[in-house]
């Protein structure tokens, strides 16, 4: 990817980090006008990289560049100050446009991304669908159990039985491919269900 934007004279690349942690020491020492940033990364994901380089560098753009497929942090990573999100199966032409378009100031979305948010605005796309099969209750119950919540608590505040709970929990659990409360707590912020 490097090499094929180098190849493009309106672009200059100032340096490479191989995760979220290194990206921020990076911007602290280039000050780029752009940064083309990954979503899964190791030691910190591009979220929270991105969060804390619009906080510390107002002056630095964010464009996501990831999978949309098999990522579902699209509110978060907009949420957190990116100025646009494009695939990573774009052209590399189209990246290098959105990587112009963001540093005029503009807002990039790719079109398959802007449908799935403007899906999830006007509920055209079932909370079920965006929350890995999860119901209605399972999402009230993974969040308020994210927020901190015990399973006594959740009962209480929902009115239902706390072995009711302990089954949507296991249910959770089981569809999201989980096995603790530290994962559920890592999903839910992923998923813009709690702010941190």
């Known amino acids: 990817m490097a090499r094929l934007l180098s190849e493009d004279s309106r672009v200059e690349i100032v340096a490479l980090a191989s995760n979220g942690a290194e990206a921020i020491k990076l911007v602290a020492a280039h000050k780029p006008d752009v940064v083309l940033m990954d979503m899964k990364m190791p030691e910190m994901d591009g979220v929270e990289a991105t969060r804390q380089i619009i906080a510390n560098h107002p002056g630095t ?32 032409e189209s990246i290098i446009s959105s ?18 948010v403007l899906e999830l605005i006007t509920g055209k796309s079932t909370p079920k669908e965006f929350y890995d099969g999860l119901t209605g209750r399972e999402v009230e119950i993974l969040k308020l159990l994210a927020s901190g919540m015990a399973n006594k608590q959740i009962a209480y505040h929902l009115k239902i039985s706390e ?28 998923k813009g269900l709690i702010e941190v």
Do not use: C, P
């Open 61 to 92: 753009k964010v464009l996501i560049l990831t999978t949309f497929e098999t990522d579902s942090y699209v509110i978060q990573a907009l949420k957190s100050g990116a100025s646009g999100y494009v695939l990573k199966d774009s052209s590399h």
């Open 99 to 116: 990587l112009l378009a963001v540093m005029a100031g503009e807002q990039v979305m790719a079109s398959a991304v802007a449908t799935r």
């Open 163 to 190: 072995k009711t709970v302990r089954n949507h929990v296991s249910n959770i659990y089981e569809k999201l491919g989980i096995f603790d409360r530290a994962q559920a707590v890592l999903y839910a912020v992923r």
